[in-house]
């Protein structure tokens, strides 16, 4: 079993900055896929961004230049740094794991960022 853990969020001002954290236990390694999804109130859930195994990104156009996905695979964590940070970021943040192996696909139970404008 996967377990994730997401720490980090919290209010901020826009313009500022946040960055979260995804503490993985579990049977994760390093060669599965990680990623930050967010869901604001009303909508769907959509993704964030995603880091392979060699450190490939996939960032959503929203956020690009302005969020950074990273991974330390001694540590099994991924952190999200956020910056220039506007009230439509504002929603719950989720980390997602999934195994290559297998097709697994783990969540964390979500961290709320809120940004005031």
Known sequence: ??????????????GGSLRLSCAASGSIFS???????????GKQRELVAVIGSGG???????????FTISRDNAKNA???????LEPEDTA???????????????????????VSS
């Open 1 to 14: 079993q996967v377990q994730l853990v997401e720490s980090g969020g919290g209010l901020v001002q826009a």
């Open 31 to 41: 060669r599965d896929v990680m990623g930050w999804y967010r869901q604001a109130p």
């Open 56 to 66: 490939s990104t996939n960032t959503a156009d929203s956020v690009k230049g302005r």
């Open 78 to 84: 991924v952190y999200l740094q956020m910056n220039s």
């Open 92 to 114: 719950v943040y989720y980390c997602n794991a999934v195994s290559v192996l297998t097709g697994a696909e783990f969540w964390g139970q979500g961290t709320q960022v809120t």
